[in-house]
């Protein structure tokens, strides 16, 4: 082999590990809370720098999405100095079961924090029987 | 009867990118021994917020991920050129005595400080609190700015 065809080879190797080693998508998963009141499950994420439209909360097939997209505002003439934020977007899933009353789960943003209330449905609600 | 169960599978969905996480926190460690950014220790408070450190043309702009802070718990001071930003982070009061599924949030207070170049305008310091992240402008002084100087070719 010439020695033009070997370098080829070899870049031609590199290229496919650089290309193995890149991750298909980059996201960080949000800190959560999870607690649990005697109407209602509540998620609290910690989502700092995203803008309140760019969040999505989806409920189906006994999973709960949520996403948040990271504003990028590039500016030429910055130079990062130090950096610690991490710039992915969010991303995490959870498995909800069935005692979640799906069509009454609101979302709220504020500061930062997405909270998600996943009310409870009939079944999962704690009922007190009183002793006659 | 708890709702979320533990997915095995998902950690192991996100497990390459963990590595690349993994990767760029070792990079910052190192980067971080070659930097003037004070280094914060857990004395300092109970969690640390992340910074970032941008110089721009004419300031500086010092950013931290604050989520959920209330902006009257944060106090920034300025103190013969070291800027401090301390604070504390409450946890919800009505929700003291639930039933905790998952807990992962920071809570607690935190400081964090930074040696500012002498060459920044002091008293036209500005912070911001928006979506969770302060956002802290730096002017830089007249004698700093970049400027450009033609000379004349004869």
């Known amino acids: 082999m010439t020695k033009n065809g070997q370098v080829a080879l070899v870049r031609r190797e590199n290229d496919a590990l650089a290309k193995r080693m890149e991750p298909l998508e980059e996201f960080v998963m949000p800190a959560v809370d999870i607690f649990e009141t005697a109407e209602a499950f509540i998620l609290m994420s910690d989502m700092p720098g995203v803008l309140k439209k760019s969040i999505s909360v989806q409920a189906e097939a006994g999973m709960l999405q949520i996403t948040g997209t990271i504003v990028q505002v590039q500016n030429e003439n910055v130079n990062l100095l130090y950096s610690e934020i991490c710039k992915a977007n969010y991303f995490r899933k959870f498995t909800i079961g069935n005692g979640i009353d799906v069509d009454n789960i609101q979302a709220k943003f504020d500061d930062g924090v997405l909270t998600v209330v996943l009310p409870k449905n009939e079944t999962m609600r704690v009922r007190e029987i009183p002793i006659k | ?154």
């Open chain 2, 1 to 154: 009867m708890s709702l979320i169960r533990w997915n095995p599978t998902r950690d192991l969905a996100t497990f390459p990118s963990d590595i690349f996480n993994m990767q760029r926190e070792m990079n910052k460690m190192f980067d971080s021994f070659s930097r003037g950014v004070d280094e914060p220790t857990l004395l300092n408070g109970n969690w640390m917020p992340a910074v970032d450190v941008a110089e721009e043309d004419n300031e500086y702009v010092v950013k931290i991920e604050l989520p959920g802070v209330n902006k009257d718990d944060v106090k920034i001071t300025l103190e013969s050129n070291i800027l401090t930003i301390r604070g504390e982070k409450k946890a919800e009061k009505e929700t003291k005595e639930k039933n905790y599924h998952r807990m992962e949030r920071s809570y607690g207070s935190f400081q964090r400080s930074f040696t500012l170049p002498t060459t920044v305008k002091n008293d036209k310091i500005d912070a911001e609190y928006r979506d969770g992240i302060l956002s802290i402008t730096l002017p830089k002084a007249e004698e700093a700015k970049p400027k450009h100087i033609e000379v004349k070719v004869k």
